[in-house]
């Protein structure tokens, strides 16, 4: 499959060095450096919490509506708990929040 991306200048001028150092193409050093993000990425991150997509679903669907019967509406529920992390230091900051 074939990708096009933008690169800055900085960083093609340094990807032409190592092609010259290294006698590879510009296609096989991207390949080489995104092989190796996504081997490093992939070892970090965690493991699901449940790996059986039917299992996943069912819970997701279970959850579903969960919110039904609340007697606050989300959004205003939502705003009202963010409330409590505004500081003096915030544009939304008032006397009234403190």
Known sequence: ??????????????????????????EEIVQQALRAFLTTESEQLPEPLVKDPEERDAILQAAFGSWKDFPEDGLAYQERMRQEWVREWDPEWTEEKA
């Open 1 to 26: 499959m074939q990708l096009t991306i933008d690169i800055p200048e900085q960083e093609l001028g340094e990807l032409d060095r190592l092609t010259v150092k290294t006698n590879a193409s510009r």
